[in-house]
């Protein structure tokens, strides 16, 4: 393989892949990116961790087509610090990789074509159609609720589902202390795709980073068998889906919470935040107790002390008086990026209800403690 081509788009290439390869896996290959050029004037760049793959097509200058792997980080570590002219990139006999640019000239070790695993090739029957910054709006208000608990597998992503009545995607997500939920109409397709899957946290991750690039404008997503499909021109992403069933997350959510207070989210994260400074280093428990006019935030520490914090809002009613984890508070405020929010309450033992004033379609379900 000789080729050469900008090096802003090899970097561009190559920071994609940094995510998914495994610096450390049974498989040494698999810290590796594939090379592979192709006529006419095109350079593919593959990586996969077996569970995740990503395939990119860029144009460049082939002087010689053939494949060759090596390390992805240590190969755009060196492409990010060169000058931005032309790259030229050979193979070697012994599987070496030759990096030159200007007066620059580095050798890598790198591994055959070969060995390098093949990702699925898929045909979804039916393709979604969905605007990039809806998507990237729905996995960042929906991601941080997953599980990372890898004993609950079937909580360790995020699940997909076409809502029957109008076609509307719904992402959901949950740890089993607390739940996102949002819901979005597509641009095309949505009522003919897969329903009830479930994604896998690391690749909603990676295709987060997809829809959040300068010029992201619309995703395909597609399904077939155990795979789900992205395509964004020529950048494809391949993933494996979480074989197991998602909780009847519908049972967790409150059906009419008796109490309802709209209030800046701003104000809220701030008073959370420093109240939460003297909670618990483990268990982040702050109380938070409704009153006429008034929500009080505190937390208890016999080993450093107490805060509390007011915060006035329009209510009157019963006092009411419920312990939390700050961080989940926290997590489902931050993901909002809203200006205002209302919080649902019902009883000391049921759970708050979260959504922007904005956004009727997106709830956040976060879980009391016992104080």
Known sequence: MKIALPRS???RGLARVQAIVERRNSMPILANALLRAEAPKQLELVATDLEVGIRSRHQVEIEEPGAVTASARKLFEIIRELPDEQVQLSSKDNGYLEVRCARSRFTLAGAAAEEFPSLPELAPGEIARVQAAVLSSMIERTIYAASTDETRYNLNGVYFQVLEDDGKLRMVATDGHRLAM?????????KGIASGVILPRKALGELKRLVDEEDADEIELGFEGTHALVRRGDVTLVMRLIDGEFPNYGQVLPKAPGRRLTLSAET??????????LSAERSRAIRVELADGRITVSSNNPD?????????VDYSGDTLSIGFNARYLLDALNAFRTKEIEMSF?????????RPTEDGETTAVVMPMRL
């Open 182 to 190: 949002v819901d979005r109409l597509v641009s095309e397709g949505g």
């Open 268 to 277: 809220l994260t701030q008073v959370v935040r420093r109240v939460s400074l």
């Open 304 to 312: 450093l002390g107490e805060a509390t914090e007011e915060i006035d």
């Open 9 to 11: 788009e090899l970097q």
């Open 346 to 354: 019902d009883d000391e033992l049921s759970p708050v209800v979260l």
